[in-house]
Structure formats: C-alpha cells, structure tokens
C-alpha cells in the first residue's frame, strides 16, 4: 500500500516506478488497479478513468500517456508525436503503439474485488463501452487476414520489450543508427536494459509508423516488425470473456455480448491452430511479416491458461513443458524465457528474470484447471522473491546465483510488483 500511495501522482494516476518511469503506462494501471481495489477503490476506479481519457477516437488506447513534461525518460512525447493520427487524443500526448488489453479482465477484478458492488457495477457501465470500442479497434485494423488474431507492430506492444524472441527479426532489418541519449541506465545498470543497438531498431519501428501517421493499414503493410504475440492475444481473449459476463450483469446488451462471443469463438480457435506448437508444447509467436513461428517458449507461451483457451489435456502439456524446462528445483517459477535455451540471460529485463504480473497470470491459469500443486509453487516462488528482495520490477529466477549482495533488478518500490502481492495475499 505505501508503494501504490507514493507513486500516485496528482494527474490521477500512478507511475510503475519513481525515476525509470515517469508516466502512465495502460498496462501497468491494470495491474495496479486490482491492487488498489482492496483499500482504496476510488482510486483504482480514478486510475482506469485516467487511462480511458487518454482513448484516441478510434478506440485505440495508447501505451504510454505523457500526463506531464518530464525528459527523465527517452522516448518521450516528442520522439512518438501521437498527433499524427487525426484521431489521436487532443487532451493527452502519447505513444501510437498499445500493449496488451488487459482492461476488460481489470473490470471484472474490480468488481469481484469491491464491497460495494451496486457502486462498482455503476463505475463500470459508465466506462464498459470504452473497452468494447478498444476491443472493436483490435478486430477492425489489427486483424488484416481476419483469422482472429491481432498484430503488434512493435515489441513494446508485447509487453515483453527485449525478449530473445525478437533477436531473429532484428537481424532481418537493417535499422539506421540513431543518436540519442539514454534516460533508463542512468537508472538501472546498463546490463539490465536493452543495448543501444536493440534501441536504433525501436526507434526504426516507430519513425516508420510516423511516418504513414500511425496508420494501422500502411503500418501492416510497411513496418518491418509485424507479429501475432500469444500473451497479447491471450489477455484479448481474458478481455472479451471479462466483458461478455459484465454485460450479463448490466443486462440490455445483447448485440454487444453476441458480437463479442463471435470474436471470442474466432480468436480461440485461431490461437489454438496456428500459434500451439505441438513439438515444443507450448504456445509461440507467429512472425506475419517473415510468415513463420517464432520457435521459442517464453512465459507468454503459457498465458492462454490465464483465458481458458486450451483444453484440459493440452493445459497438462503446456505445464509438463514449463517443469521440465522452468521448474528445476533451483530456480524460481517462472522465468520470462527458456532456461535450457543459449539466449537465456537470468537478469537482463525480458530474456529470463522472472516478473510479478506473468506469475499472477499463470497462478491464475493453473487455478482455472485445478492444476493447485503448480498454482501453489508459483504463488509461494512469487511471495518469497519478493520477500527475499522487495517489490523490484523483476528478479533473477535462480535461488542461489553466489551473488551474497544480490538484489532485486529493473526499478525498485514498482507499483504492480506491490499491487499484485496484495492480490495473492487476498487469494485462496
């Protein structure tokens, strides 16, 4: 709760992390919602209108929101020039990338969560359509084959920023190199972060997506980045399910719910045929623009557990696959990456430390098969990194690394490490 309170801001929002981040970032307000709902939830419901402001008029929710001037972070609102697009909002600069849609399931968390719920359910049939609109956008301009499955054109969309998923791609662009000066390692050691080099291919990604004024038609057709992301798709999935019950609960909005379990029905069956790879057991990533699998596992291959998504028998492949290659008794659960593959790297950002919102979407997938004896390691993994540590961004999964000073890494006192603690603290 002290986490969450000092890293309030006046503009109505919370930052991730004093310093390294300095604004508002969509999903991470999910996360941090749910954690304020248990102690204060005219905040966590501040927290989701502050967010759904920011909404372009197409529906579209960008990934940062840029609620003040602050040049401690690179690239800012000068650099991402969100104004290109006519429907770009007029009240907040930001980014014209998104991240994973996680609105929907926050609602419905708010709402399981909330006292009161004649109040909560008030709050969300005045904000439900918003995320309706955002997910009417995704299906609309992120779906050019109309299988189901949306695109990413950047990896920060992903969520999962540097990932070694993203290495084979790099090398297929020939980025220019870029002069500019980084903000994150005058926070966080260098070795933690993204190299200069991962940067100049960012910044490529969105001057070209400048450049065509963030349209979502050209950027399908031009950007060099265009891949279809299981964690993405999974949580639009966990969204779709989320706004298909509230609506039930609001009543009166049948054409919505219907249209929704259309989605829902596309969006399942594509992700179970085209991004399950059955030699590896594990969900992967699709690369739209070099059309191929991306053959690698990763934390997000284990996400549809969170949205239902495989049957119970492919649920049991998909954790046989996270023991045999996450589960050693010496590491933690979950690292963000293979530890049996050469790219693997336990405490640089995504490319192997284990994060606290991935580890809350797997427990809460294991739960949903009644896999309790897996659910349970990653809950106690999860509440004794951060009681070895704090509440860090992310955390090496090994046990023992012989570092006798070892920390956390990434921005420490981090706002959704801290809200998601509440949440498994408030579960069974």
């Given at each position: 709760m002290e986490v969450l309170d000092n890293n309030f801001q006046e503009g109505g929002f919370t930052i991730p992390s004093e310093g390294l981040y300095p604004f508002q970032w969509k999903w991470d307000s999910g996360f941090i919602a749910i954690g304020l709902s248990y102690y204060n939830i005219e905040r966590a419901k501040l927290?989701?209108?502050?967010?759904?402001?920011?909404?372009?008029?197409?529906?579209?929710?960008?990934h940062i929101v840029f609620h003040n001037e602050n040049d401690s972070y690179f690239p800012g609102a000068d650099f991402h020039k969100s104004e290109l697009h006519p429907l770009a909002s007029k009240k907040y600069r930001s980014t014209g990338m998104?991240?994973?849609?996680?609105?929907?399931?926050?609602?419905?968390?708010?709402?399981?969560?909330?006292?009161?719920?004649?109040?909560m359910l008030n709050f969300i049939k005045a904000n439900i359509d918003k995320v309706y609109n955002n997910h009417d956008y995704f299906y609309t301009h992120r779906d050019p084959f109309n299988e189901g499955l949306m695109y990413i054109y950047h990896n920060w969309e992903s969520g999962t920023d540097n990932s070694p998923v993203w290495d084979d791609i790099w090398e297929t662009m020939d980025s220019p190199k870029y002069n500019f000066v980084r903000k994150d390692t005058t926070h966080v050691d260098a070795s933690q972060r993204p190299s200069n080099r991962e940067y100049d291919h960012y910044l490529y990604i969105v001057d070209i997506a400048k450049e065509h004024h963030y349209d979502d038609a050209k950027i399908a057709e031009l950007s060099p980045f265009l891949v279809q992301d299981p964690l993405f798709n999974a949580m639009l999935i966990k969204s779709n399910?989320?706004?298909?019950?509230?609506?039930?609960?609001?009543?009166?909005?049948?054409s919505k719910i219907s249209t929704l379990k259309s989605w829902q029905e596309k969006s399942c069956k594509a992700i179970n045929s085209k991004l399950f790879d059955q030699e590896l057991?594990?969900?992967?990533?699709?690369d739209l623009r070099n059309n191929k699998p991306i053959r690698h596992i990763t934390s997000s291959s284990f996400s549809p557990l969170f949205a239902n998504i495989p049957d119970q028998d492919r649920a049991g492949i998909l954790v046989k696959t996270m023991m045999d290659r996450f589960g050693g008794e010496d590491k933690y659960l979950c690292a963000s990456f293979d530890p049996t593959n050469e790219r693997f790297n336990p405490k640089k950002y995504w490319r192997g430390p284990v994060w606290i919102n991935m580890n809350w979407i797997l427990?809460?997938?294991?739960?949903?098969y009644g896999l309790k004896e897996v659910a349970e390691r990653i809950k106690k993994d999860?509440?004794?990194?951060?009681?070895?540590?704090?509440?860090?961004?992310?955390?090496?999964?090994?046990?023992?690394?012989?570092?006798?000073?070892?920390?956390?890494?990434?921005?420490?006192?981090?706002?959704?490490?801290?809200?998601?603690?509440?949440?498994l603290m408030n579960s069974d």
């Amino acid at each position: 709760m002290e986490v969450l309170d000092n890293n309030f801001q006046e503009g109505g929002f919370t930052i991730p992390s004093e310093g390294l981040y300095p604004f508002q970032w969509k999903w991470d307000s999910g996360f941090i919602a749910i954690g304020l709902s248990y102690y204060n939830i005219e905040r966590a419901k501040l927290e989701i209108n502050t967010l759904l402001d920011a909404q372009w008029g197409n529906g579209f929710i960008p990934h940062i929101v840029f609620h003040n001037e602050n040049d401690s972070y690179f690239p800012g609102a000068d650099f991402h020039k969100s104004e290109l697009h006519p429907l770009a909002s007029k009240k907040y600069r930001s980014t014209g990338m998104t991240q994973p849609p996680v609105t929907g399931f926050i609602l419905l968390e708010m709402y399981r969560i909330a006292k009161d719920k004649t109040d909560m359910l008030n709050f969300i049939k005045a904000n439900i359509d918003k995320v309706y609109n955002n997910h009417d956008y995704f299906y609309t301009h992120r779906d050019p084959f109309n299988e189901g499955l949306m695109y990413i054109y950047h990896n920060w969309e992903s969520g999962t920023d540097n990932s070694p998923v993203w290495d084979d791609i790099w090398e297929t662009m020939d980025s220019p190199k870029y002069n500019f000066v980084r903000k994150d390692t005058t926070h966080v050691d260098a070795s933690q972060r993204p190299s200069n080099r991962e940067y100049d291919h960012y910044l490529y990604i969105v001057d070209i997506a400048k450049e065509h004024h963030y349209d979502d038609a050209k950027i399908a057709e031009l950007s060099p980045f265009l891949v279809q992301d299981p964690l993405f798709n999974a949580m639009l999935i966990k969204s779709n399910e989320a706004l298909i019950e509230l609506y039930g609960l609001i009543g009166g909005n049948e054409s919505k719910i219907s249209t929704l379990k259309s989605w829902q029905e596309k969006s399942c069956k594509a992700i179970n045929s085209k991004l399950f790879d059955q030699e590896l057991g594990a969900y992967v990533h699709f690369d739209l623009r070099n059309n191929k699998p991306i053959r690698h596992i990763t934390s997000s291959s284990f996400s549809p557990l969170f949205a239902n998504i495989p049957d119970q028998d492919r649920a049991g492949i998909l954790v046989k696959t996270m023991m045999d290659r996450f589960g050693g008794e010496d590491k933690y659960l979950c690292a963000s990456f293979d530890p049996t593959n050469e790219r693997f790297n336990p405490k640089k950002y995504w490319r192997g430390p284990v994060w606290i919102n991935m580890n809350w979407i797997l427990y809460r997938g294991l739960k949903n098969y009644g896999l309790k004896e897996v659910a349970e390691r990653i809950k106690k993994d999860t509440v004794d990194l951060i009681e070895r540590f704090g509440f860090y961004e992310y955390f090496d999964c090994r046990k023992d690394d012989g570092d006798l000073e070892r920390t956390g890494y990434g921005g420490n006192n981090f706002s959704w490490s801290a809200a998601l603690f509440i949440d498994l603290m408030n579960s069974d």
